[in-house]
């Protein structure tokens, strides 16, 4: 079992950027596919970004503001978001898939169903 912690969520003005992180306790990320979610108030929660050996993907919404990185070493996975928006704000989650999972391969990285550990989440408030 993996456990996540996210981190570095704050509050910022729009235009403004944030580096969240996410801790992973157990396995190691290579077996893993790494998916970030956010979830506004009264809204579904909604795919972000997802990092796999494979690939790195991201809503199209992001329109390229959005960065995943990796540090292997400390078990960590970052999220660079930049040029940030009013309504970006969110609770921010890390999320674990097996990269071999068969829910995986058949929903694809943007859907949460097919992710089975959740970090706690951090929030990140964009003001106008």
């Known amino acids: 079992q993996v456990q996540l912690v996210e981190s570095g969520g704050g509050s910022v003005q729009a235009g403004g950027s944030l580096r969240l992180s996410c801790a992973a306790s157990?396995?190691?990320?290579?077996?893993?596919?790494v998916g970030w979610f956010r979830q506004a108030p009264g809204k579904e929660r909604e795919f972000v970004a997802a990092?796999?050996?494979?690939?790195?993907d991201y809503a199209d919404s992001l329109e390229g503001r959005f960065t995943i990185s990796i540090d292997n070493a400390k078990n960590t996975i970052y999220l660079q978001m930049n040029s940030l928006k009013p309504g970006e704000t969110a609770v921010y989650y890390c999320?674990?898939?097996?990269?071999?999972?068969?829910?995986?391969?058949?929903?694809?990285?943007?859907?949460?169903?097919?992710?089975?550990?959740w970090g706690q989440g951090t929030q990140v408030t964009v003001s106008s």
């Open positions: 990092w796999s050996t494979r690939s790195a």
């Open positions: 157990g396995r190691t990320f290579p077996i893993y596919t």
């Open positions: 999320a674990v898939a097996l990269t071999r999972s068969p829910l995986l391969s058949r929903l694809g990285p943007q859907d949460r169903i097919a992710y089975y550990s």
